[in-house]
């Protein structure tokens, strides 16, 4: 019997020890989870038969350290969840190893060519949050985009003196205005355009404002803007219009919002001029923000959402099965998958340019090999112990 019981503390060891030297050979890899042999006492009713190992667990839930890589679409996450994976064959798998790429399609894969999940954007680039679907980069240009909103916020100085109505507005004249500012503009063939805001107090809380598209003064319109007594914009209530014919492109048909413009006793500044717009541009690469918003980047400084990853959460991580020690499917120990977006409720934010490491502890590990080196020695020394005294009792008959 004392055969018997040291091979199993012999077979459970070994098993201990795969584990050990499978955690050392995985710490530099990333989204590895370190692995335990769990022993188990076997009884045959109240008769001792040894040990054995009940289960190879992994520490799924301990979340490893994030390093920083540089690199856009080397992704970790912070706090909680996984990423959910599309294989060849269709299954989902669940990893918190963040290596993706875009292949040959534009989709984003991972390091063995899982497709990433999330939410896809529609023919009108909005997101469609009722599908869950491999994310793809659209690998086209971006047309230009003519300008139809400038959103412009800006304090008027109320000390400055109303000019009067003699001479008239003029912009070459700058005795007949306070103020000017010009903003960029494009029309539908993403060429520049200016348009020149001309400021001129005509009274107190009152003033008008020019408008003059690339210096055309004959063409100029006008709109008049009042504030009460406590320096808040009271007209006008609604964007102002302004329209120009451009030769060879759409006609420019811009609003104007002046909404949370001001005027107090303080020089005049303006705190906002964000105008849309832009000229066309090449696609020269892809960025993932924390919320997981997945966007396509351009030449021209613009980006264009192309979908929104999504994380699964599960309500016993633990009881994942693991497929490769980086990633899991779903069992009914872990329940099914919660899928949500990264930053809101249980879910963690994407770390973008990161990866998190192994959670192995090398000091432990080591540890642990030299107590199951020292409990291997101590099972075949019962074993040899053991032979030593069947010979002797052999002899001695």
Do not use: C
């Not at 355009?193 to 001309?198: P, R, S």
Request: glycine fraction near 12%; aromatic fraction near 8%; charge should be negative.
């Amino acid at each position: 019997m004392s055969f018997n019981i040291a091979t199993t503390g012999l077979s459970a060891i070994t098993q201990q020890m795969n584990a050990i030297s499978n955690n050392i050979a995985n710490s530099g890899t990333v989204g590895y989870k370190s692995m335990r042999a769990e022993f188990a006492a076997l009884y045959a009713e109240s008769a001792p038969l040894g040990v054995g190992v009940s289960n190879v667990s992994q520490s799924i839930s301990v979340a490893g350290s994030i390093a920083g890589t540089g690199r856009n679409l080397d992704l970790a996450i912070g706090g909680s969840g996984f990423f959910v994976v599309r294989d060849s064959s269709g299954a989902n798998t669940y990893t918190r190893a963040g290596y993706f790429g875009t292949d040959s399609n534009g989709y984003l894969v991972n390091n063995i060519g899982g497709k990433l999940q999330g939410y896809p954007v529609g023919a009108d680039g909005k997101l469609q949050t009722g599908t869950v679907s491999d994310l793809q980069m659209n690998a086209g240009g971006l047309p230009a985009k003519s300008t139809s909103q400038l959103e412009f916020v800006a304090n008027f100085d109320a000390r400055e003196e109303a000019k009067p109505a003699t001479p008239a507005f003029d912009p070459d004249n700058n005795d007949t205005f306070n103020k000017s500012y010009t903003s960029q503009v494009y029309d539908s063939l993403g060429r520049e355009h200016t348009v020149t805001q001309y400021f001129v107090k005509t009274g107190e809380n009152s003033w008008t404002a020019h408008y003059v598209v690339d210096g055309d003064k004959a063409n100029a319109t006008s709109e008049n803007l009042t504030f009460d007594t406590n320096g808040i914009l009271t007209s006008p209530t609604a964007p102002v219009s302004i329209n120009a014919a451009i030769a060879g492109a759409e006609d420019l048909d811009i609003s104007i919002n002046y909404s949370g413009t001001s005027q107090y006793g303080s020089d005049f500044n303006v705190s906002k001029n964000n105008a849309d717009g832009y000229t066309a541009g090449e696609k020269n690469g892809q960025q993932i923000d924390e919320d997981g918003m997945v966007y396509a980047t351009y030449s021209n400084g613009q980006r264009l959402l192309q979908g929104q990853l999504v994380l699964a959460h599960f309500t016993n991580p633990d009881g994942l099965k693991s497929t490769d020690g980086t990633a899991w499917e779903q069992t009914t120990a872990s329940g099914d998958a919660l899928l949500g977006v990264p930053g809101s409720g249980l879910y963690g934010s994407v770390k973008p340019g990161a990866l998190e490491s192994s959670n192995v502890d090398m000091t432990s590990e080591l540890v642990g090999l030299m107590s199951a080196q020292r409990n291997y020695q101590a099972n075949t020394k019962v074993i040899s112990t053991n032979d030593q005294m069947m010979t002797a009792l052999f002899q001695a008959l």
